[in-house]
């Protein structure tokens, strides 16, 4: 039900906020609208919503720094609106962490599509909404030398300790687990962990690599010059 989801509004035109929120409201979606960023990052640690909309320029702290902001603790949809169309502003805007960009003047059912789109790639890469099911089965497990990935659970365990992943994080070290010492096209690693239909930068894909490395330093991701990434647990040990 699509009331289930709250969706964050951030703008500091009253008059778009209003419009954008008059639309979610007549596909029965929750919204909040929010006029800088500062309020939307208080929002953010106190009650998350399930989807971000933000505008860049925004009094105080801009658009890029708040979805910067909370790229970094989680994967939660955000799509960014802005008047600015240059190639660069929405690349950038897409490697901080965008999910997608629209630029203004926008078709307010466009925008609502954009929406649905993301939420239900959202729900299919983390099992939203989904019931947990009692089972037997014993847990299935990527075993990638030092690394552990606990699927059902969605934990990733480096040297015996767990490392806290988004959920873009944990799917694209599943995919370099399960095929170790492959090398991945950046396409690929887009269209796996993003979905076919993703339209932004590749550029997306080192971003992404650069957080995992930040957290797990010692990881044996290796950078494949003019092609993309692989994982290799063929290295013999010092």
Known sequence: MNNDYLIAVVDDDENIRTLIQAY???ENYRTIGLANAEDAWSLHRISPPSMWVMDIMLPGMDGYEL?????NEGEVPIIMISAKDNEVDKILGLELGSDDYLVKPFSPRELVARIKRQLERWIRITGAG???VVSD???PRIDAGELQLMLEERRAIWRGEEVDLTSKE????KVLAEHPNRAFTRDELLSFVWGEDYFGSDRAVDHLIKRIRKKIEELPIESVWGHGY???TDRSEA
Request: net charge positive; charged share 40%.
């Open 24 to 26: 979610l409201h007549k």
């Open 67 to 71: 979805c910067k902001r909370i790229r």
């Open 130 to 132: 989904e019931k947990a």
């Open 137 to 139: 089965v014993a847990t």
């Open 170 to 173: 944990f799917t694209m070290l």
């Open 230 to 232: 692989r994982m290799r």
